[in-house]
């Protein structure tokens, strides 16, 4: 009787234990990870020629996507802004709340969102079929490191492309807000403008492009991780797949906070 | 020099793989590794080139350890390691040519001419010639494994290690890659460890054959002298009696 109590209170706390010694394990692994891609970095001669072909594919292929949403963000963002402020506050504010929630927060946390659904889960799904069919296997035979020829590529153009990205992002977001206004509020240009450069400060762009960056750095980094970790078959690339987009949107939300405690 | 390896020990968790394998690889030969499905003989492979880190024990080649080479020393020791993967491992994204190049690029100094001629002449080795130009989807799986061999040997290896080569191919296009094995023992003379569960294959291509269970070599020899073994397992294995090994460990 006591035995079984005991037994009911220990698997709990053991399903806890297994647990934190498996995410510790997890990030050991991203560590080592992480140390091996840096280490690979200096061996140019391997991904040199390979970065503009990732920035094609992970930066401009993603423009549409990026683009859609941004547009519709910038659409919402005008008809709220009029609906919260109407009758309390200058219409022209509208302009100052696009402006302002698309270059701080929406545009790039909405683009890296999306984009850790389409680049992380293409990276995932790439790499981790890769490994569970031996071509990283045949990679290394051929005298290539897979952190240089695969990770290293990827990780700059996320890192160089995101940035770019979430710059057209933040502008067609505008762009959607101040033709709303223009056609559905009653608003004219000078005052969207008007509101849009009431608060505007440079540095909202830098802490716009400087969180795309971190952003395009953890999708990328986080695909080619789970990509290359993945094993056992269809089944491990999908749970691989799912896992880097899972956790990609996590950091990317964690780092969201980071910044603005950092930098605001 | 050759390949050795020497009391060589691996385990995944609590299962043992290889329990202490000792094997010497002599220049110019061929030794085919045989034994039951499970027995380790990809792992064995996958050691000889540093794909896994064995627990203990030492894989000799070249006299160089391969397991305390750095990672430069290590990258120009396999440029002299063809590697045949059982399922090709062929990349997908990339054309026959791009495949059988891949391993050509990293030879410092040869250029685009004359990458492209060693990708023709490897194709043409293994009878692909005008095939450059197809991806791995359009090619059939005796093709595939032709090209796996091709992009093995496109950089002229001391060694070939082929991973089940013949595995899941009709008996008409197993002799075709059987004979292309020996071919480049011939013709390149290469020094090759076969993997393989097919002991017709092993009989072909072998100048020796080494036999893996529970971890260790359980036999080595001649094609002949295998025919001829009378350890009961063996037998099992060789004559495909598996009432021959009951109660055999």
């Not at chain 1, 701080?104 to 079929?129: D, H, K, Q, S």
């Not at chain 2, 393989?196 to 001649?222: C, K, P, Q, W």
């Not at chain 2, 073994?229 to 060789?238: I, M, S």
């Amino acid at each position: 009787m006591l035995g079984s109590m005991r037994d009911g209170w220990t698997a709990p706390l053991a399903w806890v234990g297994r647990s934190a010694i498996d995410t510790a394990a997890g990030f050991g692994r991203f560590g080592s990870f992480a140390a091996g891609v840096l280490r690979a970095v200096p061996d140019v001669a391997t991904w040199g020629r390979l970065v503009v072909q990732q920035m094609a594919r992970l930066g401009v292929d993603s423009l549409p996507i990026a683009l859609f949403i941004a547009a519709f963000t910038g659409i919402v963002l005008a008809l709220q802004a009029s609906y919260t402020f109407t009758g309390a506050m200058p219409l022209y504010f509208v302009g100052t709340l696009v402006g302002k929630t698309m270059l701080l927060e929406l545009g790039p946390v909405l683009t890296g969102l999306a984009l850790a659904g389409r680049v992380g889960a293409n990276i995932a799904a790439e790499l981790g079929t890769m490994k569970v069919t031996e071509q990283i296997d045949a990679l290394e035979t051929l005298a290539y490191d897979p952190l240089a020829y695969l990770v290293v590529p990827r990780v700059l153009a996320g890192l160089l492309m995101f940035p770019i990205v979430v710059a057209f992002a933040d502008a067609t977001g505008i762009v959607g807000g101040w033709l709303t206004a223009l056609n559905l509020l009653d608003m004219s240009t000078p005052e969207f403008v008007r509101g849009l450069r009431l608060f505007f400060a440079p540095f909202d762009v830098r802490y716009s492009l400087i969180k795309a960056a971190s952003f395009g750095l953890t999708v990328t980094a986080v695909g080619c991780f789970f990509g290359l970790t993945a094993s056992g078959g269809a089944e491990g690339v999908g749970r691989a797949t799912t896992r880097a987009v899972v956790a990609s949107s996590m950091i990317i939300l964690v780092l969201d906070a980071f910044w603005a405690v950092a930098l605001l | 020099m050759s390949i050795q390896l020497i009391g060589v020990r691996k385990a995944f968790g609590d299962k043992v793989i290889l329990d202490g394998v000792s094997l010497e690889v002599r220049e110019g030969e061929t030794v085919a590794i045989v034994g039951f499905s499970g027995s380790g003989k990809s792992v064995l492979l996958k050691t000889i080139v540093g794909l896994l880190r064995p627990d203990a024990g030492q894989v000799l080649v070249d006299g160089q350890a391969v397991t305390e080479l750095p990672r430069a020393e290590l990258y120009a020791l396999r440029r002299r390691v063809g590697y045949v993967f059982q399922f090709a491992a062929l990349f997908d994204s990339m054309t026959v040519a791009e495949n059988v190049a891949m391993g050509l690029r990293r030879i410092p100094g040869m250029g685009e001419a004359e990458v492209a001629a060693r990708v023709e002449a490897s194709l043409r080795l293994v009878d692909l010639e005008g095939y450059g130009s197809r991806y791995p989807a359009e090619l059939s799986g005796g093709q595939r494994k032709r090209v796996g061999l091709a992009r093995a040997i496109a950089t002229r290896p001391k060694y070939v290690l082929y991973d089940e080569p013949t595995t899941g191919l009709d008996p008409v296009t197993t002799a075709v890659i059987d004979r292309l094995i020996l071919r480049l023992r011939e013709e390149l003379g290469v020094t090759g460890v076969v993997i393989t569960h097919n002991l017709e294959s092993a009989y072909r291509v072998g100048d020796r054959i080494a036999m893996l269970h529970g971890g260790v070599i359980r036999f080595a020899g001649t094609p002949e002298e295998i025919r001829r073994a009378r350890d009961p397992l063996v037998r099992a294995f060789v004559e495909g009696r598996p009432e021959l090994a009951e109660g055999v460990v």
